[in-house]
């Protein structure tokens, strides 16, 4: 038989009899992983009597075709390490992940040097084995496999915040253990030499280094990736070429932790490529994800297994009882990290505090798998690791591998119900309750409806009707004993639920097509931070993070400096018609969040904390709607174009909808849905280019709409003009600060600022036609106010240089400008004319 046969049958036999364990495992009550490392270890057995045995045809090649698996630990790290860790990461909530990122990152890199050195010095004291090779098996069962772990946490269904704590030491552990065993391993084979200091400065590079990787790695393919835009197929690709491609560069280039940089690499993707990926491909990226890793996570434990058979050919009692000090010096160093370090975190205001039934799971929940195993391998393979230290390591290893899979795995269940952690909270069982009562309330209605529209028998409607009233009767009579929610606590749940909805319905208009990307990102970033804010400071949070919707952002701020300062005004440009978009899509999802309130929340929460929802929601809309009015009256134009946009993606959106219905009905054929749908995307192509907003700023435009100007002859405008610089100044935006030099003044084409003269207690207000800074200019004096825009407001600056020039050869303007000068330094003199440039003088004495 051709070789290739003997592995083409040994991997799908493998995956065959994997397909039927998951089963198994529930039927059994036992986690899938610990299944996994039963089946591997009885397959190597079978190896080993199959060896001895003939005639078994079938059966028999395919326990040859296992014993012919010549795969080396480099092949099996390279092979499914990095799609096992992608694969977890990628549905890792980043957010989640930073909120704990102290209490991980020291579960994740001390408990790692701890584990190492309590298992050193333990066995080191009580066998005659040197140091280095007790401290290199200490480095092999540092490491809690992320497979191992997740997987039987996910099964348990263990509390969230419990579940992300284990899921982010298990996925950069690897990074330090895998470190320092290389460093042990060099030191033992006289490849290197080095001590704790070496170590330490190894594993910062290799982890730190592999962030770096990873994290360019996964920026490099989202944009990549953007090009792809609905072309699942290449889309998906690039994400498993993602996988290997930052573990290898990381590993074999670059001499950093490639473990780090798939798991980097794997968060970027998880928290900017959702936006980045077409909306269509991102769940069948997750499914085809998920599949990739039951595929690895089963294939490298039942092939890893497979050895444990021959390592454990010579375990007898001595090495019984020094597998027992493995196990005590393990969770003792385990216990102290928990209990010791962990409180000071929380203590020094690094990571929140972590309950002592969290303490006790994760404790026990230090589950070793496939990685070590693999390492383990790479001992027994080693030609230079003395055979005594092979015989040492490798049985110690594998017992210590099975005794937390068979033990702790299968004894976690009953340790989180002892703990009480698979129960509901006093808070989630009411909220529980009250929704399970309003969904069968609602179900009895509509199976009556049901019945009646498909003419059944009353009899058989009226059973079920019957079984649901039974249902909600008794969630009635468990309410009774529910812990009373006080108005607080539901309105931060309201406000929970509205923050979370919020994002998800950014999401969706995204998916729809209606809301661009990059406005999406923005806006589903701010939308998490308000999340967060609501789960740690409740309402006050809310209240805070309402400005964040309707800030300029920072890059507004640099736009608006390159023009004040250079003149550019694409960037400002660009940046104000994102801004139009953002306040289009958040007004359309505050109105879609009225709704739901009223609709959905009410009944869950009560009338009375509804209507207070709204009134947040309320005031939040009428700040929306201000601040797109103000626009709207500076761009109206862009404003029409703005929300056609929104209106004819919105429409393309039903349309396809409406094609794919009469395609489902057989009204039309599959050659004329794809005809329509090439016409749809050509179009909605052409809706996806950003409007382009014209900021107005064209200086004999402005220049007409200054009274002062008005009657001057043709060439004496333009003659002005070449001296003005046009500028746009953004709401709240200070234009002048009192006691600066004054370099140049302003005429207002259009808008209105404040000017807040010492002395009165409200800004005095210029609109479109006045001009201020002048007084400055005239008395060589620094300003005595602050002018600050009121709203978006288009200038028309003239520098001192250029004023003194103007007023020196157009006598009348500067009477003009001294007249208005001398009223605003006169308030009891005659009054200027408004149409002039100025308002009364007494409302804006002594400004400039």
């Known amino acids: 038989m051709h070789p290739i046969v003997f592995y083409v049958l040994g991997v799908s036999g493998l995956l065959a009899l994997v397909s039927f364990l998951p089963t198994v495992a529930a039927r059994l009550q036992v986690p899938f992983t610990v299944l996994l490392a039963g089946v591997g270890v009885t397959l190597g057995a079978l190896v080993q009597v199959g060896a001895y045995v003939d005639g078994l045809g079938p059966v028999g090649d395919f326990l040859d075709s296992l014993n012919e698996f010549d795969l080396s630990h480099e092949t099996l790290l390279y092979l499914f390490l990095p799609v096992l860790l992608f694969e977890t990461a990628l549905a890792v909530d980043v957010r989640r992940l930073m909120d704990d990122v102290g209490p991980i990152l020291l579960l994740a890199v001390v408990a790692v040097f701890a584990c190492t050195f309590a298992i050193g010095y333990a066995l080191n004291a009580v066998t005659s084995m040197g140091l280095v090779a007790c401290l290199l098996l200490g480095s092999i069962l540092a490491t809690t496999d992320p497979a191992a772990v997740i997987g039987i946490f996910r099964d348990l269904g263990a509390p969230r915040r419990l579940n992300m704590l284990v899921e982010g030491e298990s996925l950069l552990n690897d990074a330090a253990a895998i470190a320092l065993f290389t460093l042990l391993l060099g030191i033992l084979t006289r490849k290197a030499d080095g001590g704790a200091v070496e170590a330490g400065l190894a594993f910062l590079r290799a982890f730190v280094g592999g962030m770096v990787v990873g994290w360019l790695c996964g920026r490099v393919a989202c944009v990549l990736v953007t090009p792809?835009?609905?072309?699942?197929?290449?889309?998906?690709?690039?994400?498993?070429?993602?996988?290997?491609?930052?573990?290898?560069?990381?590993?074999?280039?670059?001499?950093?932790?490639?473990?780090?940089?798939?798991?980097?690499?794997?968060?970027?993707?998880?928290?900017?490529?959702?936006?980045?990926?077409?909306?269509?491909?991102?769940?069948?990226?997750?499914?085809?994800?998920?599949?990739?890793?039951?595929?690895?996570?089963?294939?490298?434990?039942?092939?890893?297994?497979?050895?444990?058979?021959?390592?454990?050919?010579?375990?007898?009692?001595?090495?019984?009882?020094?597998?027992?000090?493995?196990?005590?010096?393990?969770?003792?160093?385990?216990?102290?990290?928990?209990?010791?370090?962990?409180?000071?975190?929380?203590?020094?205001?690094?990571?929140?505090?972590?309950?002592?039934?969290?303490?006790?799971?994760?404790?026990w929940g230090g589950l070793r798998g496939a990685v070590s195993l693999t390492l383990v391998l790479a001992v027994t393979e080693n030609p230079r690791v003395p055979d005594a230290v092979q015989a040492f390591v490798a049985p110690l290893a594998a017992g210590f591998v099975f005794f937390t899979l068979f033990v702790n795995g299968t004894t976690l269940r009953w340790l989180i119900r002892l703990l009480g952690l698979d129960k509901l909270t006093p808070v989630e069982r009411a909220m529980r309750n009250r929704a399970l009562a309003l969904a069968l309330a609602d179900i009895r209605e509509r199976v009556g409806e049901l019945a009646t529209h498909y003419e059944m028998d009353p009899v058989a409607a009226d059973t079920l009707v019957e079984h649901y009233a039974g249902r909600q009767g008794d969630i009635d009579r468990g309410r009774q004993g529910d812990a009373p929610l006080t108005a607080?606590?539901?309105?931060?749940?309201?406000?929970?639920?509205?923050?979370?909805?919020?994002?998800?319905?950014?999401?969706?208009?995204?998916?729809?097509?209606?809301?661009?990307?990059?406005?999406?990102?923005?806006?589903?970033?701010?939308?998490?931070?308000?999340?967060?804010?609501?789960?740690?400071?409740?309402?006050?949070?809310?209240?805070?993070?309402?400005?964040?919707?309707?800030?300029?952002?920072?890059?507004?701020?640099?736009?608006?400096?390159?023009?004040?300062?250079?003149?550019?005004?694409?960037?400002?440009?660009?940046?104000?018609?994102?801004?139009?978009?953002?306040?289009?899509?958040?007004?359309?999802?505050?109105?879609?969040?009225?709704?739901?309130?009223?609709?959905?929340?009410?009944?869950?929460?009560?009338?009375?904390?509804?209507?207070?929802?709204?009134?947040?929601?309320?005031?939040?809309?009428?700040?929306?709607?201000?601040?797109?009015?103000?626009?709207?009256?500076?761009?109206?134009?862009?404003?029409?174009?703005?929300?056609?946009?929104?209106?004819?993606?919105?429409?393309?959106?039903?349309?396809?909808?409406?094609?794919?219905?009469?395609?489902?009905?057989?009204?039309?054929?599959?050659?004329?849905?794809?005809?329509?749908?090439?016409?749809?995307?050509?179009?909605?192509?052409?809706?996806?280019?950003?409007?382009?907003?014209?900021?107005?700023?064209?200086?004999?435009?402005?220049?007409?709409?200054?009274?002062?100007?008005?009657?001057?002859?043709?060439?004496?405008?333009?003659?002005?003009?070449?001296?003005?610089?046009?500028?746009?100044?953004?709401?709240?935006?200070?234009?002048?600060?009192?006691?600066?030099?004054?370099?140049?003044?302003?005429?207002?084409?259009?808008?209105?600022?404040?000017?807040?003269?010492?002395?009165?207690?409200?800004?005095?207000?210029?609109?479109?036609?006045?001009?201020?800074?002048?007084?400055?200019?005239?008395?060589?004096?620094?300003?005595?106010?602050?002018?600050?825009?009121?709203?978006?407001?288009?200038?028309?600056?003239?520098?001192?240089r250029d004023f003194r020039r103007t007023v020196r050869n157009h006598p009348d303007m500067r009477a003009h400008i001294e007249a208005v000068a001398d009223a605003r330094r006169h308030p009891s003199h005659a009054l200027a004319p408004a149409t002039a440039g100025t308002a009364a003088p007494s409302e804006e004495a002594a400004h400039g």
């Not at 498993?240 to 993707?269: K, M, N, R």
């Not at 027992?324 to 505090?353: K, T, Y």
């Not at 749908?677 to 052409?686: E, G, S």
């Open 228 to 363: 792809m835009h609905e072309q699942p197929m290449a889309e998906i690709t690039l994400t498993v070429a993602l996988a290997y491609l930052s573990y290898v560069l990381a590993e074999h280039y670059v001499g950093v932790s490639g473990v780090v940089a798939v798991v980097a690499a794997a968060l970027v993707v998880g928290s900017v490529g959702r936006t980045r990926i077409s909306p269509e491909t991102w769940d069948g990226l997750e499914h085809v994800w998920r599949q990739l890793g039951f595929w690895a996570n089963a294939l490298i434990f039942l092939i890893t297994a497979l050895f444990v058979p021959q390592i454990f050919g010579g375990f007898g009692w001595y090495e019984a009882g020094l597998l027992a000090v493995v196990v005590a010096a393990a969770l003792l160093s385990r216990a102290a990290v928990l209990f010791g370090m962990l409180p000071m975190l929380s203590m020094v205001g690094l990571g929140h505090r972590v309950s002592h039934s969290y303490k006790a799971v994760m404790l």
């Open 488 to 800: 607080e606590d539901r309105v931060t749940i309201g406000l929970v639920i509205l923050a979370n909805r919020e994002e998800e319905l950014y999401f969706q208009h995204f998916k729809e097509g209606i809301t661009s990307r990059p406005v999406v990102e923005m806006l589903t970033a701010r939308a998490a931070r308000m999340l967060d804010a609501v789960r740690t400071q409740g309402p006050a949070g809310y209240r805070d993070c309402e400005e964040a919707f309707l800030a300029f952002t920072p890059w507004m701020r640099v736009a608006s400096w390159l023009h004040r300062h250079f003149g550019i005004q694409t960037p400002l440009a660009r940046r104000l018609s994102m801004r139009f978009e953002v306040l289009v899509a958040v007004r359309l999802v505050l109105r879609e969040l009225v709704a739901f309130n009223r609709k959905r929340l009410a009944q869950v929460l009560g009338p009375d904390i509804a209507a207070e929802l709204e009134t947040q929601l309320a005031l939040r809309l009428q700040e929306v709607e201000q601040s797109l009015e103000a626009l709207k009256l500076q761009y109206p134009d862009y404003a029409v174009v703005l929300q056609n946009q929104y209106l004819g993606r919105a429409a393309l959106r039903m349309e396809e909808a409406d094609y794919a219905l009469l395609h489902a009905e057989q009204i039309i054929s599959l050659e004329v849905l794809n005809d329509l749908r090439r016409d749809l995307h050509a179009r909605r192509r052409i809706l996806e280019q950003p409007a382009k907003l014209d900021l107005r700023l064209d200086i004999p435009d402005m220049v007409s709409r200054v009274p002062i100007f008005a009657g001057l002859p043709a060439e004496r405008i333009d003659s002005i003009a070449k001296l003005l610089r046009p500028r746009l100044v953004l709401p709240g935006e200070m234009i002048v600060r009192r006691g600066d030099r004054g370099d140049a003044m302003f005429f207002i084409a259009s808008g209105a600022v404040g000017v807040q003269v010492p002395g009165l207690e409200e800004p005095v207000r210029l609109g479109s036609g006045d001009f201020f800074g002048e007084m400055a200019l005239l008395t060589r004096q620094p300003r005595n106010a602050d002018v600050r825009a009121l709203g978006y407001c288009q200038l028309l600056v003239l520098d001192e």
